[in-house]
């Protein structure tokens, strides 16, 4: 069964902390995606990566970076944790040219206080 | 960009009704219309998906229609079970790399 596994189901933060939030699929999967899940906004897209090394920034990127050193592995960093980014990050994979929805992890409830 | 509009937010059905929840779309280029159901603690998992070539499409209680036209696509749940309580999210995109999610739908189902 094909997976996307994100590393932490909750995470508590103090306000001003560097996290990282990870992510990774066994699909060999050329995109991949993070997304932000709050009440009555739904799925709002904060960065994406096509490729190895490369990143594409979404609706709401402000606040955060990712890295995609391998494949596998897309990491969400955010560099200075605020109370507005206590939130559901749930990361997410395609292959290339699928053409079907994504493969969604289970998610990684952050809380920063 | 895409916009996607998503109603209603909550629907409650007894059990054995039938469920509708509606998407409205913006970019005309948009092709490929999936749904997506999320349970308590998961992540959205894809229910069933729709295309521009396509007006209807069923999978045994489950079916989706596409008005291209008006740009506005339903999901509809006949014979409701309660395990069909979950937020369900409606999807729009031309390509791999620019789905946009509707605000989701809680759907609860009295037994």
């Known amino acids: 069964d094909v997976k996307v596994t994100q590393s932490s189901r909750y995470l508590v933060k103090r306000t001003g902390e560097k996290v990282f939030l990870e992510c990774v699929q066994d699909?060999?999967?050329?995109?991949m995606f993070w997304y932000r899940q709050d009440p009555g906004l739904g799925l709002r897209l904060i960065y994406f990566?096509?490729?190895?090394?490369?990143?594409e920034k979404g609706d709401i990127p402000e606040g955060y970076s990712v890295s995609r050193e391998k494949k596998e592995r897309f990491s969400l960093i955010l560099e200075s944790a605020s109370t507005n980014q206590t939130s559901m990050y749930l990361c997410?994979?395609?292959?290339?040219?699928?053409?079907?929805?994504?493969?969604f992890g289970s998610g990684t409830r952050l809380t920063v206080v | 960009g895409e916009n996607v509009e998503q109603h209603p937010s909550t629907l409650s059905v007894q059990e054995g009704d039938s469920a509708v929840i509606k998407c409205t779309y913006s970019?005309?280029?948009?092709?490929?219309f999936p749904w997506y159901k999320q349970e308590l603690g998961k992540g959205p998992q894809l229910i069933i998906d729709?295309?521009?070539?396509?007006g209807e499409k069923k999978d045994q209680r489950i079916a989706v229609t596409l008005n291209k036209t008006a740009k506005h696509f339903s999901l509809h749940i006949t014979e409701t079970q309660p395990e069909d309580s979950a937020v369900y999210f409606c999807?729009?995109?031309?390509?791999?790399?620019?789905?946009?999610f509707g605000a989701g739908t809680r759907l609860t189902v009295k037994p």
């Open positions: 997410a994979s395609i292959r290339s040219g699928q053409g079907k929805g994504y493969t």
């Open positions: 699909m060999d999967h050329e995109n």
């Open positions: 990566s096509y490729d190895v090394k490369m990143k």
């Open positions: 970019d005309s280029a948009s092709n490929y």
């Open positions: 729709i295309r521009s070539n396509v």
């Open positions: 999807a729009a995109s031309s390509n791999n790399n620019d789905m946009r």
